[in-house]
């Protein structure tokens, strides 16, 4: 018996265990910071940061010394054979004796080192392998800020759905028990069909509603999780509220933020494309420069007419060699005066460019500043207009059903009812979402 429990027991705790691990809880923060860290695009930003430093030092090594060895193994299958007057050997004027120079087998093992003096696309590369670098950066920076966005939204998205249907369970929670009060009254003589009638109609469009919202609820749910890098039918649980959320996301401060425009990503991307154009100009320009280099060998060799090389009394003959190489660039045919140019012209195209984003930039502040603004005082109205709503409801239900009023008169207090709820819902999305939007143009991340 005690075993059969110990036995109990542990696949309990096994099964807590996996429950635990099958679901994930987040707030809505938890869910940025985890998203920065394993959606897939971030994944791929902070790797190209990565593959930017490896290539920054790639750049910086081909001007460091290179060191490089050959060895080389020659077997003659038939040795050339060379002519030679014979007269050198005391033979016929105008006779030629035939002569092999070398041995039927040699060996040669070197070792070279290549330094670069001067190069002056060298010099641009290593300031280009910076801009790389600072690229990758922003481009990562970027795409963080879209992730935050992304998931915000998605964030808000599963909340709005899962606010819905608990809204339209409870409306039809309380349309069936309308319905079955004026189905008796009905059926006591007391109440015509159509009231019936148009309580049904109601139902059945709530109900609609309902299964609809149910679907998108799911397509919400896997949205997020794609959003998240987790498996689209993970099981993910929201501990944030809607409203709660919308009241943290209400900030006047956030409208006062003048917003320095050099701040902001898109800027910093437009700046970094002039500073790459301004570095192949500077690119085309050193091509004009001389490229001086130098280099030391030194190596031996062996020769033999069978494999006698692994042999302690074979001979080795040592050589060494160093020089200098400058290369220097006279005349192109204009080939590097059009390349400089087009340079020149691509630089102020980004500079203009860089003036377009700037102007740009402040446009998209003061209409998301503006947006911002609009989804909170909507939210207000929303709000109010659904209090009134409810209200009206109320009075024209106790009305219904004293008499006073007509079904019609219920089914358009109850369809205003319905239409300010949802509205509702979303006037609390957007202050969220535009919130969201306008952090993401100002660059000004506030948990």
């Given amino acids: 018996m005690k075993k059969k429990l110990i036995l109990f027991f542990s696949l309990l705790c096994s099964i807590v265990m996996i429950s635990q691990e099958s679901s994930q809880s987040f707030s809505l923060q938890e869910a940025i910071d985890f998203a920065l860290e394993n959606n897939r695009s971030a994944k791929n930003a902070a790797l190209d940061i990565k593959a930017a430093e490896k290539q920054k030092w790639e750049t910086t090594a081909t001007g460091l010394p290179q060191l490089s060895a050959n060895i080389d193994y020659q077997n003659f299958l038939k040795q050339q054979v060379s002519l030679i007057p014979a007269e050198f050997f005391g033979g016929n004027e105008g006779e030629f004796s035939e002569v092999i120079f070398s041995t039927k087998q040699s060996v040669t093992a070197f070792a070279k080192i290549d330094q670069l003096i001067f190069d002056g696309s060298y010099l641009v590369g290593l300031q280009s392998a910076k801009v790389f670098l600072e690229i990758s950066k922003n481009a990562k920076e970027k795409t963080d800020l879209e992730v935050r966005k992304a998931v915000i939204n998605a964030y808000g998205n599963v909340l709005l759905a899962e606010e819905s249907v608990k809204i339209l369970e409870r409306n039809i929670s309380i349309l069936q028990k309308n319905l079955d009060e004026t189905t008796k009254i009905y059926e006591n003589g007391l109440e015509e069909e159509e009231s019936v009638e148009q309580l049904q ?113 074979q001979d080795w003959f040592g050589s060494s060699l160093v ?93 205003q009812l319905y239409s300010s709820q949802q509205e509702f819902l979303q006037a609390m999305l957007d202050v969220i979402n535009k919130k969201a939007e306008l952090e993401t143009v100002l660059n000004t991340i506030n948990y």
């Fill in 323 to 415: 020089g200098i190489n400058m290369s220097i660039p006279i005349f192109s045919s204009g080939m590097r005066s059009a390349s400089t140019q087009r340079a020149r012209i691509n630089l102020e195209k980004a500079k203009d460019d860089l003036t377009e984003t700037e102007q740009r930039i402040k446009l998209e502040i003061a209409a998301a500043k503006s947006d911002y603004q609009f989804a909170i005082e909507d939210y207000e109205n929303k709000k109010k207009n659904l209090n009134l709503a409810e209200r009206i409801e109320q009075k024209n239900q106790t009305k219904f059903f004293e008499g006073i009023s007509s079904s019609f008169e219920l089914r358009q207090a109850q369809t």
């Fill in 201 to 313: 109609i109601t139902l059945s469009g709530v109900e609609s509603n309902l299964n609809k919202t149910k679907r998108l609820k799911t397509l919400a749910y896997q949205m997020l999780n794609m959003t998240l890098g987790l498996d689209i039918n993970a099981k993910t649980v929201l501990t944030d509220a809607l409203e709660n959320l919308t009241a943290q996301y209400i900030s006047i401060n956030l409208l006062e933020n003048e917003g320095n425009v050099e701040n902001t990503i898109d800027y910093k991307i437009a700046k970094n494309d002039e500073v790459s154009k301004s570095l192949l100009l500077k690119l085309e320009k050193s091509k004009a420069l001389p490229r001086l280099s130098a280099f030391i060998n030194g190596g031996y060799s062996a020769f033999s007419n069978t494999f006698t090389f692994t042999d302690s009394d």
